[in-house]
């Protein structure tokens, strides 16, 4: 099976064309390829396959096997993937949000076209700067947040789950609740440097107030259009980005009145340009997507 490892700012996965490709127990060969020691090594396993409802189809799997909804860091290098290797072919872009806001970080561009692309979150619509024929930035349309909690899900009383007091591990620390399509506990600190990311991490993905588990994110504000975020990602653990959760925490910053619409997420893996848009309540991304390297994992 012939595979392309691929990053979004150090957020890593295993990609498989399924045009040309047959995986036919997904859940396990995620767990196998995950492994930084025995497999490839990957936050998860992405399916490129086709769809009859967009122009790709995503399906994404954590390194424990499970499957997510959505990555904000995958769907970008999914789109690069499937633009560069002619799986589908770009279209003239027709939203004026996509093209002023990823003009503003690759104004370069020889041309920037649109992607659909289906995944288990809806079909979300992705924007292509293209040089010299590779795509250099890729701007996600991560759709309208989720904020009932009984959608999101998370079991607390109310229409938002705004600063709700959370006592964990030791720790008292107030709990902001986002799905971007896949859950997020959003927690605001002084120094995100100081967290116990893999104790704290664990213990909230896992605690019974998230009957779907959750992903977690800790967040440092610098000013109101600039954080510094750590993430414990459902399923996979400690990764060094997660596109879904620097949206998830865009929201956050509104809701809990820490930034603005706009903000520069510093991750450890690199940084990524966020925006809730006013007029239409969608969440916009923009990053950068990077191939690895290219192999064939044996049949087993």
């Not at 047959?22 to 390829?33: D, F, Q, R």
């Not at 799986?87 to 990823?102: A, Q, S, V, W, Y």
């Amino acid at each position: 099976m012939r595979f392309t490892k691929m990053h979004g700012i150090g957020n890593d996965y295993v990609y498989v064309n399924c045009f040309s490709e047959k995986v036919l127990e997904p859940e396990k060969l995620a767990v196998a390829v995950s492994d930084r020691h025995f497999g490839i090594g990957s936050d998860g396993l992405i399916l490129i396959m086709p769809s009859q409802q967009a122009d790709v189809r995503m399906r994404m799997f954590n390194a424990d096997g499970s499957e997510a909804e959505m990555c904000g860091n995958g769907i970008r290098c999914l789109a690069k993937f499937s633009y560069e290797n002619n799986l589908c072919k770009g279209r003239p872009l027709t939203n004026t949000i996509f093209r002023e806001f990823l003009g503003r970080f690759y104004p370069q561009a020889d041309d920037i076209c649109e992607l659909n692309i289906e995944t288990r979150a809806g079909v979300l619509t992705v924007a292509l700067a293209i040089s010299y024929g590779k795509v250099e930035r890729v701007c996600v349309n991560m759709g309208e947040p989720i904020l009932l909690p009984c959608d999101i899900p998370v079991e607390v009383v109310g229409q938002q789950a705004v600063g709700i007091p959370l006592s964990i591990e030791g720790y008292n620390l107030l709990l902001t609740c986002v799905s971007m399509g896949n859950p997020h506990a959003v927690f605001y600190c002084d120094d995100v440097g100081s967290i116990e990311l893999e104790r704290l991490g664990s213990a909230v993905e896992n605690h019974e107030m998230f009957p779907s588990r959750t992903n977690v994110h800790f967040v440092q504000v610098i000013d109101s259009n600039e954080v510094i975020m750590r993430t414990w990602e459902r399923g996979s653990g400690v990764t060094l980005a997660c596109g879904t959760g620097a949206a998830a925490v865009c929201v956050a910053g509104i809701l809990a009145s820490k930034t603005d619409r706009e903000i520069l997420a510093h991750l450890p893996g690199g940084d990524l340009q966020l925006l809730w848009n006013k007029e239409d309540n969608n969440v916009y991304m923009v990053g950068p997507a990077e191939g690895v390297f290219t192999g064939e994992w044996p049949d087993k």
